[in-house]
DNA sequence: CTGAAAGCGCTAACAC
DNA sequence: GTGTTAGCGCTTTCAG
């Protein structure tokens, strides 16, 4: 900047005045001498220099349990992507399913500078001692939205409605008439879990179908989790059917089938949750909830940048509706 | 630190040196001192600060071309996670596979004051002007170190040893019996592509297999590709098996084929490449190359944290051996 | 062993 | 319309 300034014959003021479009004072002729100058000189503002007089730093963290989720990679492109657009850098750190490193990396984040958080929650955080995690949240030097998760603390987040999700899948299995319909659900104090349980639920009473605790198996969310529960599931041959709280489990359980040879796409309707890309390719395309990740994405980055652009702390809740997507792994039994 | 500095009733430069453990010279009560009013105070540095004063922010960029590809997200994940585990944040970008966007990435985030970048280029890279691409990867002001690519410039890259991995693939296949061989290659410039592709056509020589261009088929690695293929593929009666350069586009071809009720598991053998989970859950289950992303992830890493912290420009090439999992999408014709 | 002070590159309040 | 200058929070040189 001092070179330009030199060359320009001017002082530093009208140098980041023109660079910054703050250009109400200085002649045209000088404005465009400045900005010829730049540009020929190749200038790039020393962003640490910015950040620190502006006390900004254009760049947002985002936080997600695990990358390799392709659940979670789409949010994570079109938040990355977004964000772009808009003039900001995403720091990204994949939690690995740990409130332990979702702490530190909040805290290591927000003192390398960041503006802003998006946070997508692991499991673990909500079976945390619930004060500290209220706190942590709450007390975030800079602004914070959660997504694909609620919570009743004064911060704001983005969720599907899972529970209308969870119905639409039991009530679709009901349709063509099962009734021992197995639920894979998540850990027990992840908020997303306990909705789509209790949708499952809902929709059992609406039907007069008493709630069997033997149908109700817990998974983690990950492929392993219904690989390991497999067995159980398919050892209770009264099942005829299956809703998982996400596709990842039901791969997990396919997975374990497969390799011992039980035709488990003849036995069993099944619905997921997600609408990942390889419900399509399976020996059976999968019915599943989809989940328009997209606006959850612009959403909860919009909702983020005006927090920071405006300075204020906004709670808001959003929630969006998923829609089931029919394929061909259910039918009348 | 002005704060504890007063507290401590010592300078501002004992507060840094302290913090920094550079405590060569002050003496070991203040030493204690200072620490336990910096962690009584819970002081963060500024890391603008820090950066400004010292030249480097502890950021290092990574530009992927798809995130959503499981193959990427792997990558993605051991990235951020060893980084991290260094004090290194990792600011991410998806280049949607495209050089436009890879450029301008490349630009911006060095104007952001990364330490350096991991790019993990795109198809789209090798097919523009070349002299463009020299000056813009060798020119940069910042270490850098490619992935699963090679050049012939002078800049360090992380890739496979493609050619022998397709080697491998076609050879398998060969030792099944197969002669009639398709190839799901990538775009013609893409240097892993063409290294894929020569791996076919070596092991086609070797066995004395005439090499007919009407079994070679060119997507972009993207399932949609494979799925735009399937049709000429399938229609083809004389191919017996398929070697692709990706699962996905594997996973294109297995869709079209569900779609239209072709039993494609039954009629061809086949092998693809990267080993993603879910080729575990298909009908059945893939053949495939595997790919040790960790150790490409952690070497990449590695080598240019040493270029930064080193400060020298390191051209090193790195190349690792991939491996074949045997699964059941292969048999005797 | 210790501290004062210059400086990193930029912004913005202030004075002209 | 224009320039001077005081910071932003930290590191590091230099003088004691």
Known sequence: ????????????TAVSLVLNDKDTRVSESKKAEIKRIAKQMNYRPNSAAVSLSKNVSYNVALIVPDITNPFFARIVREITTFLNTKG????????????????????NLISRGVDGVLLVPSNEIFSENQTEVTKLLQN?????????AYTTRKVSYVNFDNVKGAEMATQELINYGHRQIAFIRG???????????????????????????NLVFRGDYSMESG?????????????????????????????????HQIPIFKRLSMIGFDNTPYTEILEVPLTTIDQDTEKMATDASELLLKMIQTKQKIVKKIIIDPILIRRQSVWKR
Do not use: H
Request: charged residues 25%; proline residues 2%; hydrophobic residues 40%.
């Open 140 to 148: 975030l030097a800079k602004p914070l939205v959660l997504l694909n």
């Open 187 to 213: 850990e027990n104090n992840f908020v997303n879990a306990l909705e789509r349980y209790e949708g499952y639920e809902n929709v059992l009473k609406k039907n007069q179908i008493t709630l069997n605790q």
């Open 88 to 107: 900001y850098g995403t720091l990204l750190v994949d939690s690995d399913n740990s409130y332990k490193n979702e702490k530190s990396a909040l805290q």
């Open 1 to 12: 900047m001092k070179d330009i300034a030199k060359e320009a014959k001017v002082s530093l």
């Open 227 to 259: 690989y390991r529960l497999a067995p159980d599931i398919l050892k209770n041959r009264q099942i005829t059917a299956i809703v998982s709280s996400n596709d990842l489990m039901l791969f997990g359980v396919i997975k374990w089938a497969k390799e």
